[in-house]
């Protein structure tokens, strides 16, 4: 995938609104992630409520240790699996 986080904003706890460099945006639900692993860092304090996109790889990042994959989160909020979106390219540069 070549889709970049442009802007991102937490919305609230485990909320977070992107916007990526092909237009789209919207609001992703981590709540999932909550309380699990790394992610239990979200707890301390308020550091969910201050995501930052990482310059050098784009991940959306709170931490040098505490990131999420772009890519993920764009497959998220359009709410596809890689295999879904990797068809529905291929699609479209046959066409």
Do not use: C
């Not at 639900?29 to 707890?43: M, P, R, V």
């Not at 050098?56 to 999420?68: G, R």
Request: hydrophobic letters at 35%; zero cysteines.
């Amino acid at each position: 995938m070549i889709v970049k986080p442009l802007e991102i904003k937490a919305e609230q706890k485990y909320l977070l609104w992107i916007r990526f460099n092909d237009g789209t945006s919207g609001k992703v639900d981590l709540s999932h992630l909550a309380h699990k692993g790394i992610f239990s860092q979200w707890e301390k304090g308020d550091l969910f409520l201050h995501p930052y996109i990482d310059k050098e790889t784009s991940a959306i990042a709170w931490s040098s240790e505490l990131e999420l994959s772009p890519d993920a989160l764009y497959l998220k909020l359009k709410g596809k699996t890689f295999e879904e979106w990797k068809q529905s390219t291929s699609h479209a540069t046959t066409k």
